[in-house]
Each structure stands twice: as C-alpha cells, then as structure tokens.
C-alpha cells in the first residue's frame, strides 16, 4: 500500500512507520524537520504543515490511505482539532477515503456513561489533550466533517510508552481495556502492529476502537 504518515517522528508515529516498513509499504513520511528522519528504502520524507489544506492535499494524493501521528505541543492543545479539520479536507480534495487517526484514551469507558476524563483519575496535566482528542472523536462521529470518509479513530490503552514489540494483545472499541492489576498500558510498538493491522484488513470503519494487554 501508498501511506502517507503525518507525524512520522514522534513516539507513535516513528513506531507505526518502522511497522509499515517492516512490511513493505510505501510510505510517505510527512514531518515538520525532516531531519529526524532516517532515509531508507520505501520511505520519501517530506517537510509539511498540516495546517496547510492545499498542500497536504498535494501530497496525499495517490495514497492508498492517510495516517495522523499528528500530537500538537503542550499548550497548544486547541490546534488539534484545526489539524483534524484540515487533514480531513485534503484528504477529501486528493480523493483518499481512507484515513486513519491515532486518537486519546481519555475519552473510553471505565463504567458506564462514564470516561476516563469524567471519572477524576486523569492527572490534570493531561486534562487538556485528553478532551482536545475527546473532541475530535465527536466531531468524527457527528458533523459533516468526514461524511464520505473511510475513518478510524485509534484508542491507545491508558498509559503509552516505547517498549518490547510482543503481538499480544486484546482489542476492544469503546471501553478502557485493563489487565488483571486493573492497569491500562500498551507499547508504542504493538500499538502500532495494532494500527497497521486495521490498515490493511480493516475491521473498524468509522468507529473507535482501542488496544491493551
């Protein structure tokens, strides 16, 4: 497959892209310093800001599919939504269906109509981004916004980190998934197993769904 990847050197998105690579897709990795990319077959690295509708719209076209890694800094949570916007936009403007969104676990389930940010075990330092993510899962699931549109929306487990790549683990779609320690993690590289596996057998269009040991 032809991937365009967006964010591809952050903790996520340079996992995902070493997955996409390890199994021979096409990749064209979108970052705002291409110098934290290492060139290496199948992979084109290119400058861009997502923020620019037109020209992403340049370059997803052709894609067989567009993957966000896409992580605004601290403080500048809002921009996040105006990022999901625009990737929407051209990704409709280069006539790619399929999009893909690593998402937030702030908005799952851990009880009934009860989320990880309503329950008040979020540690305020992540309040922000954990709601900007929450956000931009309703806007998927209830504005015109990505009518059309072959979404996904990727949950990490509660606690993310790099870590072994094992293939073991369990899915779910909207409630917070927890070991027999009722702890909530994944590594960055079986979540991205995880993601690459619904890119090429797709299981979850348009709608949520989550990872977790």
Same mark, same amino acid.
């Given at each position: 497959?032809?991937?365009?990847?967006?964010?591809?050197?952050g903790?996520?998105?340079?996992r995902?892209?070493?997955?996409?690579?390890?199994r021979?897709?096409?990749?064209?990795?979108?970052?705002?310093?291409?110098?934290?990319?290492?060139?290496? @077959?199948?992979?084109?690295?290119? +400058?861009?800001?997502?923020?620019?509708?037109?020209?992403?719209?340049?370059?997803?076209?052709?894609a067989?599919a567009?993957?966000?890694?896409?992580?605004?800094?601290?403080?500048?949570?809002?921009?996040?939504? +105006?990022a999901?916007?625009?990737?929407?936009?051209?990704?409709?403007q280069?006539?790619?269906?399929r999009?893909?969104l690593?998402?937030?676990?702030?908005?799952?389930?851990?009880?009934?109509?009860?989320?990880?940010?309503?329950?008040?075990?979020? @540690?305020?330092?992540?309040v922000?981004i954990?709601?900007?993510?929450?956000?931009?899962?309703?806007?998927?699931?209830n504005?015109? +916004?990505?009518?059309?549109?072959?979404?996904? =929306?990727?949950?990490?487990?509660?606690?993310?980190?790099?870590?072994?790549?094992?293939?073991?683990?369990?899915?779910?779609?909207?409630?917070?998934?927890?070991?027999a320690?009722?702890?909530s993690?994944?590594?960055?590289?079986?979540?991205?197993?995880?993601?690459?596996?619904?890119?090429?057998? @797709?299981?979850?269009?348009?709608?949520?769904f989550?990872?977790? =040991?």
């Open positions: 497959m032809n991937i365009v990847l967006i964010g591809a050197s903790m996520i998105g340079s995902v892209l070493q997955e996409l690579v390890a021979r897709h096409k990749v064209t990795a979108v970052v705002r310093d291409p110098s934290r990319v290492a060139a290496e @077959p199948g992979v084109t690295v290119v +400058e861009g800001d997502v923020m620019n509708t037109t020209a992403m719209a340049r370059i997803f076209k052709g067989d567009v993957v966000s890694a896409y992580s605004p800094g601290q403080g500048t949570e809002g921009r996040l939504m +105006e999901t916007r625009s990737l929407l936009a051209s990704a409709r280069a006539g790619v269906r999009v893909l690593a998402g937030g676990a702030g908005s799952l389930l851990v009880a009934p109509g009860i989320t990880v940010i309503a329950s008040g075990h979020l @540690p305020k330092e992540w922000g954990a709601q900007a993510h929450a956000d931009v899962l309703e806007m998927l699931r504005s015109d +916004e990505a009518a059309g549109l072959e979404w996904t =929306y990727f949950s990490p487990a509660g606690f993310i980190q790099p870590g072994e790549r094992t293939g073991k683990f369990r899915l779910g779609k909207d409630d917070l998934i927890v070991d320690q009722g702890e993690r994944i590594s960055a590289e079986d979540y991205a197993i995880a993601l690459v596996d619904e890119l090429e057998k @797709p299981q979850h269009v348009r709608e949520r989550t990872v977790g =040991y």
